[in-house]
């Protein structure tokens, strides 16, 4: 299917940050060298939609990597008032963009209605005040559920980041975090699990044996339980683990659960735990256990169902053992499967 939107990034590394948290290198994940002006945030754009596809049908510019209400209010109207010209233009629907949750006031939400701002993210990362602290956060998860109320009262859409696996974090902590951000009432969260870049405090500690990155099997299966979560409450996560990095860049992750696909492998244990719940489901109702059974996946979702280089097959086939599993693909458009059990 051709892609009806496009967003166009523009970074604006650590500008507004009062400090850098431990686990933070915006020059490192996006690859930005020098602080963007108007004409860099004009140029961006113009080449941006220069390449647009015929498919898009809506544009917008995202300032990312910083905390943008942070910055000297100067510097912000440049930034948003060159963004702004395109949506005067009618080149692009509007601006969204991100920032730390105790930045967030009613002077600064103004000022961002002014230019078309119409969706904010703040990095909240995680509502744990102890991982708050141990991340050198510098704000309270009280921060950011006032900062999301403000937010929603002044009527921008709302998205929350949050990071499991940081210091402090634990399974529990990430899924109580995932609950208070959706108590929120967010439009949409991005996850974005910790991973341990170069030149930052998280790489210090790291080497100093004092901090431990999540398995990549643990970022799956926390992501999973966090997404699980969302979908409960009918709330979208449109990202889920880094933007995959260019090959230079892929030296500045020391450790951590970074993978290129990380969204789609998520999205595959999730479709991998639908079959595994109905199928147990299954054998557990059957008075007597089948020898065989057949899995109708739906080919439309099959890269899902199937699993990268299909694990999800060989961890059922593991799992359900002895009983024999096969797959068929059907043209389907419901996303369950269909189970037919060989008795
Ligand atoms: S996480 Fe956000 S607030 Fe912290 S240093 Fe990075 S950009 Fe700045």
Redesign the pocket.
Known sequence: MSKTHMTIPIFVP?LG?P???V??N?WETSAVRTPPDASFVREKIRAHLETKAASIESVEAAFF???FTAIDEALQRELLGAAHGFIRDGLIRGIRLST?PDCVNTARLELLHEYGVHTIEI?A?SFSDVVLAASG?GHSAADSIDAAARIRQAGFSLVIQLMPGLPGDGPLESLRSARTAADCAPDAVRIYPAVVLEHTRLADLYREGRYEPLSLEDALERSADMRELFAEKNIPVIRTGLHPLAPGETAGVLAGPYHPAFGFLVKARLKRRIIERELAGVLERSASPPSAVRLQIPLREKEEYLGHRGENMEHLKARFAPVHITRILVDSDRPEIIIETAL
């Open positions: 650590h940050c400090h850098r948290c686990f933070c915006q990597g910083g905390s730390r990095g990362q956060r």
